[in-house]
């Protein structure tokens, strides 16, 4: 406490506030405190005239006091406090919490002097024995020493009061006005551990019990030279509060107050992944309506109703220049382009035909079945990576193999599938091997004893499987799942 009795360091105190957040960087803060002061002067003083609390002290006897107190004070107010470092712009959340605060508030306060010994007496004896010999102590520290020990610490007497001042539970009450900042540093969602200091000034010259200038004196004689009424000082008493405290975030979930939390942060989310933002749904013009946006189309005026490729392009599988769509002939050889405008082609009968047909006839005279196959080249199916599904596409390039097949009842064809890497590997490419068989006995009613199943290959495109002429080649056309536990569903 700073007054005109110089205060003991340090005394105790204890606190208790509830604050509620209205904004990130502002919010009200309700405070209660309980304190305890003390002071001792290690200078005699002689202005005591005009205090009732130094009663059975004579100045004409050369008395001199050692102004002394013991006060409890108690305040409540309302605070406003100020976040100074919440708003982070490169930094989501912080362990650390700068904040200053002031407000308004009422003080009580009830101070006592130690005026009288045990016996009821005063203490005049002791305190003229250590006025005359202060000269010959070290320091001030001694002074203080040698006045505790002759004292009790009775503290009997109650101080001097204002009479027009205020009285609250029977004690003497003034406005306040409180300034301070602190430091608050996280240890959890739930608390977190501050450190304040609190400066409290109050209206009044009478917290630690003396308000009077100090008077001119002859101590140790029975006259007084040149004595003065004593004066009122004119400066008021306030208080220092230093505090440690542990908060806790009033919650039923673990939460956080908004000035431990960073406005900026929860824009910078809803900009990143918006949630409360209601946005327009773009506008991607597509004249064709093809699915793919004008202005990465190459083909801008697509015929309704054909694939199209990234590109926008209609496709072409046989690339014989008319697209799928409208292609009656979806493979069309090479060696039987160009077409017509269906997309058919006219191929050439080979020179050899009816020769090969003539062998073909022969062997089959003698149970050779197979031989002499002219199927030609066939088509490749691709899959989709991690997929065994026929695509729309895989299953018009197998109609094409089906219709060949059934032109050339005499030919096997084998159906080879690639990937030797792994298990899973080898039994993706079964699994698509198997999906391109059963869809050509199934769907196509080829019979299952034409074809050769072929799988886990090894250099070739683990997506792509490859018909050939199996002809003249031996092998199963049917496999178990090597792996079956790793067979893929779709």
């Known amino acids: 406490m700073s007054g005109d009795v ?11 506030h509830v604050r509620k957040a209205l904004g990130y960087v502002f919010s009200l803060r309700a405070e209660y405190t309980w304190n305890r002061a003390r002071g001792l002067n290690f200078s005699p003083s002689g202005g005591y005239t005009r205090n009732p609390a130094w009663t059975g ?92 020990a002759g004292m009790d610490k009775s503290y009997e007497t109650h101080a001097e009061t204002d009479p027009l001042q205020p009285k609250l539970f029977g004690k003497s009450f003034k406005p306040s006005f409180q300034i301070g900042v602190g430091m608050a540093f996280k240890l959890s969602n739930k608390f977190n551990l501050a450190v304040e200091e609190r400066f409290t000034a109050v209206k009044t010259d009478l917290l630690d019990g003396q308000q009077w200038q100090e008077n001119t004196y002859v101590p140790g ?91 926008g392009v209609s496709k072409d599988t046989d690339g014989d220049g008319v697209p799928d769509c409208k292609d009656k002939e979806l493979i069309t050889p090479t060696q039987c382009q160009p077409v017509d405008a269906d997309g058919v082609g006219k191929c ?71 990937g030797e890497s792994s298990k899973k590997a080898q039994q993706l490419s079964w699994d698509r091997v198997n999906a391109v068989i059963k869809y050509l006995v199934e769907k196509e009613g080829i019979s299952e004893d034409r074809f050769i199943f072929k799988f886990g290959l090894g250099e070739g495109d683990d997506n792509t499987i490859d018909l050939k002429d199996g002809t ?7 496999v178990p799942a090597p792996h079956p536990n790793l067979r893929k569903k779709k």
């Open 348 to 418: 050439p009968p080979p020179a050899c035909c009816a020769e090969n047909a003539a062998k073909i006839d022969s062997l089959m005279q003698y149970g050779v079945r197979g031989k002499g196959c002219g199927i030609g080249d066939l088509p490749s199916v691709s899959f989709a990576n991690g997929s065994v599904t026929l695509s729309k596409d895989a299953k018009a390039v197998l109609a094409s193999v089906a219709e060949k097949m059934r032109n050339n009842p005499n030919c096997k064809v084998a159906v080879s599938g690639y």
């Open 6 to 16: 110089r205060s003991i360091f340090p005394t105790g105190g204890f606190g208790l």
């Open 221 to 311: 004689g029975t006259g007084v030279v040149g004595v003065n009424v004593p004066a009122q000082t004119r400066d008021f008493d306030s208080y220092n509060f230093f505090s440690i405290g542990l908060n806790y975030n009033i919650g039923k979930k673990a939460v956080e107050p908004l000035w431990w939390a960073n406005p900026l942060d929860y824009a910078y989310n809803e900009i990143n992944a918006p949630r409360h933002m209601k946005l327009p749904k773009p506008v991607l013009d597509d004249a064709d309506g093809d699915g793919v946006t004008d202005q990465f189309d190459h083909e801008p005026n697509t015929p309704a109703g054909c694939p199209v490729d990234t590109h």
């Open 57 to 148: 002290y004579n100045i004409a006897n050369g008395d001199v006091v050692y102004y002394n107190y013991k006060t409890t004070i108690q305040d409540l107010s309302i605070q406003g406090v100020v976040t100074l470092n919440n708003v982070r712009f490169h930094k989501a959340k912080t362990g650390f919490n700068l904040y200053a605060f002031g407000g308004i508030g009422g003080t009580i306060y009830d101070t006592w002097v130690n005026a009288k010994n045990d016996a009821g007496g005063t203490y005049a004896a002791l305190f003229k024995t250590v006025a005359a010999g202060a000269s010959g102590y070290s320091n001030r520290k001694d002074i203080k020493k040698k006045l505790k």
């Open 472 to 478: 003249g080649e031996e092998g199963p056309n049917t």
